[in-house]
């Protein structure tokens, strides 16, 4: 069984280089296979999730080509509209790439998607989506499968999901007349998305309420460039702010961490940002919060509630998190504790802030309790093991040397 072996208590000095999105270029790959021609993406990261998009595009009968960051995609060649078990199952995001294949070719087969184990994620708002736009669903025990002309419509998601947005924007692109999503989506990555499909010809218009989306009926290939991350981001300030030091990430602005720039302000760490980058110093324990809820953007993202959750387990007091989006992210909690944390679930998860946490055996269960474990175990006295770490690298690109390069005692044994 793999492992990461950490020993904490190190502080961290230095510079961290941020990769492009996980949560933008995802998307963007599953637009890119309704394209009859080639796409060039830049700042694409070297994560797994990402080599699973090629596979899928691949064995679609597109081709792919990755140096330096730069993304080659030519999917003139597709000629598939089934995605197996076999891939789909190695992501939940692979669901994203149905509904550019449904407006393309008028046809999609979809198995049930795989991923990180977090409580309910249903497929059930794209599927509705994709009825509302006039495609023929049928729903099996493995999966479904869509076809039909797509025409526009006004659809109302009864939840601002981010996956089900953007598998209709992308659908819609193909649909004839006009499409308008309400409650929809309002993640930079969505926005992302948009900007994207509109290089590539669509003619998408995000308003302050809704989405609209005119059909244009083909897309054309093009050059983009992914936006930064700000999970990754988040992830090295909190675990800055958890074993002290003064760290500057690149390539990311104030801007672009939204409220997560702010929690840090409250909890008392000291930032300073420049034009493209953001550095933080800390050497201190932090300020508790009194509560905070995890919640579609602007909220907090739940993809950074563990490592939050992990942050405050050293805070000067008690501090409560909600979680609004994933029933089942709660897992790191047990491992937390593990390493002497004091957090129990009642209405949230209470989170009473101790001294110091000890080095301890935990298991990796899915990607961000997996980076919360191990900013935890940086800040933690002594040694730490994480078991099955492969879901980290799902969304962190140089995950270990990136902080080995600031100080961190970390290595991968595989």
């Known amino acids: 069984m793999s492992e990461l072996r950490i020993t904490g208590g190190n502080r961290l000095f230095g510079e961290i280089v ?57 999917c003139k060649g597709i000629c598939k509209t089934e995605i197996t078990k076999y891939t789909a199952c190695k992501m939940r995001s692979s669901v994203t790439f149905c509904g550019g294949l449904l407006g393309r070719f008028g046809e999609v087969s979809f198995p049930v998607p795989g ?61 004839e007349g006009k499409t308008t999503i309400r409650n929809p989506s309002r993640e930079p990555e969505t926005r992302d998305l948009a900007a994207f499909l509109n290089m590539c010809g669509a003619k998408i218009q995000i308003k302050a309420d809704r989405i609209e989306i005119y059909g244009v009926g083909a897309l054309k290939g093009c050059a983009y460039s992914v936006i930064p991350d700000r999970i990754e981001a988040g992830t090295y300030l909190f675990g800055t702010a958890m074993a002290g030091g003064k760290v500057t990430l690149r390539g990311i602005t104030a801007e672009e961490l939204g409220v997560v720039y702010n929690i840090l302000i409250k909890t008392g760490c000291n930032i300073k940002c420049g034009e493209d980058n953001v550095t933080i110093k800390s050497s201190d324990r932090i300020l508790p919060l009194e ?40 897992r790191h909690i047990k491992e937390l504790n593990k390493m002497g944390a004091n957090i129990h679930e009642d209405n949230g998860f209470v989170i009473n802030g101790v001294p110091s946490l000890k080095g301890a055996e935990v298991c990796c269960y899915d990607l961000r309790g997996g980076a919360a474990l191990t900013i935890a175990a940086l800040a933690a006295k002594g040694k730490s093991v994480i078991k099955e770490p492969e879901y980290i690298f799902r969304g962190y690109e140089d995950f270990t040397r990136k902080l080995k390069s600031v100080g961190a005692d970390i290595e991968f044994y595989p």
């Open 18 to 74: 941020i990769s492009g999105a996980k949560n933008a270029v995802l998307p963007i790959l599953g637009a890119a296979a309704a394209i009859d021609g080639k796409v060039r993406i830049y700042n694409s990261p070297d994560i797994t999730d990402v080599n699973v998009c090629a596979e899928i595009i691949k064995e679609l009968g597109g081709k792919t080509a990755t140096e330096n960051g730069i993304m080659d995609i030519d």
């Open 115 to 175: 991923g990180c184990i977090l409580g309910d994620r249903p497929i059930d708002m794209h599927i509705e989506g994709f009825k509302a736009l006039g495609a023929e669903v049928t729903c099996h025990e493995n999966g479904f499968t869509a076809r039909g002309r797509l025409r526009g419509a006004d659809i109302a998601l009864r939840f601002p999901s981010v996956g089900a947005t953007q598998n209709i924007m992308t659908a819609a692109c193909f649909a």
């Open 291 to 330: 509560s905070i809820t995890a919640s579609p953007y602007p909220g907090f993202p739940t993809d950074l509630q563990p490592q939050l959750t992990a942050m405050l387990s050293l805070a000067r007091g008690q501090s409560i998190i909600k979680e609004t989006v994933f029933n089942g992210r709660n």
